[in-house]
């Protein structure tokens, strides 16, 4: 499946119906969203966790593109939601609900996720520092302002940036307290690689 075709398919993926906002929750752009998938598929991983899947954009990306994906959501009707757009769109995910700070396996060639940016919490740091740990390779978004506080975090985990890529986000009022039609909101996306050398 090219780009193109993954991104029509992933604009059938239905968004949250009651966004929590102490969650952070919006849909990711389905563009954005094929952006990421497709380029950890394009890298030769194969065996993937979505850290905070929401209603499974990216998890169901990575699953069209045929890779073997786990996808973890502390949100139970989120998680439902998440589930009913994978088995709509024919496509195989574990999907696990569990907030990811507990999550404990390892191994995964690559996470993929758009977590929390902290403008409403602190939650986004932890679901970096677990896909830093659970991951060799990480593909995440992230609010612009991040790189200095990612590449301590890399350090931690023994990670390294390879690439960050400017995107704007046209996105639209999720909640009450959003006031315009639509907002745009830059972010970058990183992705890190875990340093194999003793």
């Known amino acids: 499946m090219n780009k193109a075709n993954l991104k029509r398919k992933l604009?059938?993926?239905d968004d949250f119906e009651n966004p929590r906002v102490e969650l952070e929750q919006y849909q990711t752009?389905?563009?954005l969203a094929a952006d990421i998938v497709y380029s950890c598929y394009m890298q030769g991983h194969e065996k993937v966790v979505d850290?905070?899947?929401?209603?499974?954009?990216?998890a169901i990306g990575a699953g069209l593109l045929g890779l073997d994906v786990k996808a973890v959501e502390i949100d139970s009707k989120a998680l439902d939601q998440a589930q009913e757009n994978a088995e709509r769109l024919n496509v195989e995910v574990d999907f696990v609900e569990k907030d990811v700070t507990q999550f404990g396996e390892t191994g995964?060639?690559?996470?993929?996720?758009?977590?929390?940016?902290?403008?409403?919490?602190?939650?986004?740091?932890?679901?970096?520092?677990?896909?830093l740990e659970v991951g060799d390779n990480v593909f995440g978004v992230a609010g612009k302002g991040f790189e200095t506080r990612l590449k301590r975090l890399c350090n931690r985990f023994n990670h390294e940036i390879v690439t960050?890529?400017?995107?704007?986000?046209?996105?639209?009022?999720?909640?009450?307290?959003h006031l315009e039609e639509?907002?745009?909101t830059p972010v970058d996306v990183y992705v890190t690689k875990k340093d194999v050398r003793e």
Do not use: H
């Open 51 to 58: 850290l905070g899947t929401g209603t499974g954009i990216l």
């Open 164 to 177: 960050c890529q400017a995107y704007t986000l046209g996105l639209p009022p999720s909640y009450e307290f």
């Open 108 to 131: 995964f060639d690559a996470v993929v996720m758009n977590p929390p940016f902290n403008v409403q919490s602190n939650e986004g740091v932890k679901f970096w520092e677990k896909g």
């Open 182 to 184: 639509s907002r745009s």
């Open 29 to 31: 752009p389905p563009s």
């Open 11 to 13: 604009s059938q993926v």
